[in-house]
């Protein structure tokens, strides 16, 4: 195992490695910009390095200040959390040259799956079903509308090189593609220096199911399982699950096991994610794969019992996976949502600020991954994730009770700071959510819905109670407040 890790990153994934480092017995060190000088990373680690001004582009993404910071620290290894430089294969080659273990996949193989392009031609010949739609990128707009076209619309934009919900644009007619082609190209080329884009089907009804899988540098591998990731607005995930509710055991199976051959087939080492559509016939479509650490990785540690920033270290440390297939157990249900500074009334607007209080709640198989406290001040230069609430249960039910119930007792508050948790609580009062039947629909709809007032929603219930027929045990009467 590595004497000292440096963390590349920030707030609570920062957080989240630096205590898995601390369980092994290893040495962390932190970079950190002037905005985040007293943030709990810094505060708890081992040693602490500024790397620049708050801006991220001259910090967290300013790879020569890192490598510099770990050769200061005495780091043999980088962990680059998520986001920022974790699926930068240049940054991972770097690293190498340098003589430090980047905490993810091989150069190589980060730069042909960091292309969802190459990934999808990748997977393809590994046997995994694509959604239709161009394989390579597609030049010009006269090509795109070729291939929309051909396989139908309402078609997809991408971003080759996109990620983070960015690059992507829907296209529902003709008339409507060059127009969006231009403009994801343009925004490609701002966000990741990359102009390319493909195009495939876009469907309308789908669910968001990802498979968490391990990979070790000796050709070994599990899959641990689904996740349901499909409540998501603007292609960026609110609420995850996992398993993957409302579809059968043998479908999330066969899910699971092609992600882990494709994984194989490519060479992948590390801790990876396989993102799939599943269609309205249950028919499932590789849709990409990431090279790190998701945020919603609580979930399948709460089901399955097993650390996956552990297991990260063990693996580029070079040790032998651990764990054989037959050996992973997937008990209960677990829930995450993500508490971000965003207003949903204003359409997810961030809404810095510093908060006066912040109480997270407790109890029983509740979990809250967080670097905020009150007086911390929540600033407009980063994502404005603060944090995750996660919850596990024997059975759904219990699970969404039991979510909503560490909402009701999450007290966040600051002059101009709004968060996400009134409208995650829509969606746990939604019914087809309730009965696990949603789609990446979801958000837009009740978005679209007027939201009912208390009165309103106390009428509802209660008339909901004294109706409901007692062979639909899926819809529960929950007190509302």
């Known amino acids: 195992m590595f004497e000292t890790v440096l963390i590349a990153n920030r707030g609570e994934i920062a957080l989240r490695v630096l205590r898995a480092c601390r369980e092994l017995g290893v040495r962390t060190a932190v970079v950190y910009s002037a905005a985040d000088a007293d943030s709990a990373a810094v505060r708890l680690a081992d040693q602490a390095v500024r790397i620049g001004p708050a801006s991220s582009r001259r910090s967290y993404l300013n790879a020569a200040a890192i490598v510099e910071a770990a050769r200061q620290v005495g780091a043999q290894a980088v962990h680059p959390g998520y986001g920022f430089l974790s699926e930068d294969a240049d940054f991972a080659e770097i690293c190498a040259d340098n003589g430090l273990v980047f905490i993810g996949p091989p150069p190589a193989v980060m730069a042909a799956l960091a292309d969802k392009s190459s990934a999808r031609a990748l997977m393809s010949q590994a046997g995994l079903p694509l959604s239709p739609g161009s394989v390579a990128p597609v030049p010009t707009a006269a090509a795109a509308a070729e291939v929309a076209d051909a ?32 403009r994801t190209r343009a925004a490609a080329q701002s966000a990741f220096g990359d102009d390319r884009v493909y195009v495939e089907r876009y469907l309308t009804t789908a669910r ?19 996740r349901d990731c499909s409540v998501q607005r603007r292609h960026q995930k609110l609420v995850e699950e996992a398993p993957a509710p409302a579809l059968p055991a043998t479908t999330l199976d066969t899910i699971a096991r092609t992600a882990l051959r494709g994984a194989l087939e490519v060479g992948f080492v590390g801790a990876g994610t396989l993102e799939f559509l599943v269609d309205a016939e249950e028919q499932f479509h590789f849709l990409e794969i990431n090279c790190r650490i998701q945020v919603e990785h609580p979930v399948t540690e709460m089901i399955t019992g097993i650390d996956l920033v552990h297991e990260q270290l063990h693996i580029a440390a070079g040790v032998p996976l651990r764990w054989r297939q037959e050996e992973i157990r997937l008990h209960g249900v677990a829930v995450e949502c993500r508490v971000n500074t965003e207003d949903p009334d204003r359409d997810f607007a961030p809404t810095p600020g510093r908060l006066e209080r912040f109480t997270p709640p407790g109890g029983p198989f509740t979990r809250v991954d967080t670097h905020a406290r009150a007086g911390y001040l929540v600033g407009p230069w980063y994502d404005s994730l603060l944090a995750k609430v996660v919850v596990w249960a024997p059975d759904r039910e219990l699970a969404l009770n039991r979510l909503e119930r560490a909402l009701e007792e999450f007290d966040i508050a600051g002059p101009g700071v709004h968060t996400t948790i009134p409208f995650v609580r829509r969606v746990l009062d939604d019914a087809s959510f309730r009965k696990g039947r949603y789609t990446t629909g979801i958000v837009d709809r009740l978005l679209a819905t007027p939201q009912p007032t208390p009165a309103q929603r106390s009428t509802a219930t209660t008339t909901a109670a004294r109706t409901a027929p007692a062979a639909e045990p899926d819809v529960p009467h929950r007190r509302t407040r």
């Open 151 to 182: 396989i139908g619309y309402p078609v997809i934009v991408k971003a080759a090189a996109g990620g983070g919900g960015r690059g992507m644009t829907v296209v529902y007619a003709p008339g409507e593609l060059a127009r969006a082609y231009a």
């Open 208 to 226: 968001h199911v990802e498979v968490q899988v391990l990979c070790d540098a000796h050709g070994n591998g599990v899959h641990l399982g689904t």
